[in-house]
């Protein structure tokens, strides 16, 4: 444990843990206090590349120019020294892929996105006969674009050159929190190249009983093992940060999901919690047991603090929720805020009989279905940009709704609370809805920025500057509940409709098109 410093003047000197969270559409530095209350934020937007139909890239050197810009600025606000962050702590998108020179520190091709659909027809060649479950006992994990092996293997395959670099020793994979840490702690000059158990998982490359890569399935997916990261658990110091903070310790790394779920204080079996970002992510803890699925939802690691065994999850993802409302922002012009989508929703009473189905990339649990693409159902000339802001709310707690039947199913035990957390939980009529769907009440803490919180939360365990999760847990503090208030014979009508709209979905794409 790091010593506290020594009282100046007769008064303790205040101490903090800072975050970076490097999301899907933006970089943000969090720094919080000794009760994981938020000091300071600073964020900044980065590019989304899409180059064709189904492709999503990011620039890694712009994000790594906004991370470096975003924990000047959220110093500068907090107005503390660099001496008083006793730790950082590292969350990220998920399954995002990259590769890059260890030489020269230079992304060898623009980021491959979680949401990107290329590896469709790779993910059916590699499935063979057996099809998806090829690697789901190893993994937990389904065959499918979502994951990070699939489009390493892409890049080695389709940008020429790379996989020669990568055979010779030249090329460095990573997900974010890899590229992040690794230019943190150094670049080219000595940098750490980590990734932890949380995002290692995402990748179809790592077994979950022995949190290492497995070189059969490297083998099999024509991914050279010298490319991976070392795999370290998701709270312990891994180097020390050079530039703005310089001599911190870089002392934890989650995906942004498994942040959450630390950051909600979700430490029991059989606690969830649910984040709505761009995606939709909802997961529960079942402590030490690797619990399999028959619902279509994905087995994952939760977290694991230092030398302590694992801690694994059942995970439901849905691709498009929050970035729905982009779309109905910058795409089709419905609104000029995202903000906005709450207020024109509650200007009618329903949807009008419309539903939406936002399958942009497919659809993720419990479907996964990349054949599958968006339609909005119902259509009547009744219809207007009111209802259709109505039911682009109704689509995120619909499809929340279905991940928590599969995981009733899966677990066999019904959903008491939903703790949720994340951008979109500033909607008070969505978290409405989305109670009356689930037909449970839906709590939204105090702090909403439970992803950082949770790799501040990580970072401060490893360095001893809080001393225990039950620490954390008294932390945690309710902001508002909902209860469910709908009929359930409406409820019940709504949810048949919905289904038959999501089955309109699939199909859509025949095999030839998606490769």
Known sequence: MTPQA???GGTARREFVAAIDQGTTSSRCIVFDRDGEVVSIDS???????PRPGWVEHDATEIWENVRSVVDGALRKADVPVSAIRALGITNQRETTLLWDRATGQ????????????????????GGDIG??????ATGLPLASYFAGPKIRWLLDNVPGLRERAENGELLFGTMDSWVIWNLTGGTEGGIHVTDVTNASRTLLMDLRT??????????????????????SSAEVYGTATGTLDGVPVASALGDQ????????????????????TGTFLLLNTGEDIV?????????????????????????????????VQWMRDQMGVISDASEIE????????????????????????????????????????VTRAHLARAVLEATAWQTREIVDAMTQDSGVRLATLRVDGGMTANDLLLQIIADFVDAPVVRPVVTETTSLGAAYAAGLAVGFWPDTNALRAHWKKDAEWVPRMDPVIRDREYTYWLKAVDRTMGWLDEEETR
């Open 132 to 137: 998806q479950d090829r690697y789901r006992r």
């Open 292 to 324: 399999g699925s028959t619902s279509g939802l994905v087995t994952t690691v939760g977290y694991r603090i230092g030398a302590e065994p694992a801690v694994y999850a059942l995970e439901g993802s849905i691709a498009v929720t929050g970035s729905l």
């Open 211 to 232: 949190l290492q890569w497995d070189e059969e399935i490297c083998a099999s997916m024509g991914v050279p093992m010298s490319v991976l990261p070392e795999i370290r």
């Open 258 to 277: 498994q942040a959450a779920l630390f950051g909600q204080t979700c430490f029991t079996r059989g606690e969830a919690k649910s984040t709505y970002g």
């Open 44 to 50: 900044r937007e980065h590019a989304q590349i899409l």
């Open 107 to 126: 992304p060898a091709h623009n980021a491959i996105v979680w949401q990107d659909t290329r590896t469709d027809a790779l993910c059916r060649e590699l």
């Open 6 to 8: 020594p009282a100046t």
């Open 343 to 382: 207020a024109l929703a509650r200007t009618v009473e329903d949807n009008g009989g419309a539903y939406f189905v936002p399958a942009f990339s497919g659809l993720f649990a419990p479907h996964w279905r990349s054949d599958a693409r968006g339609v909005i159902a119902g259509l009547t000339r009744y």
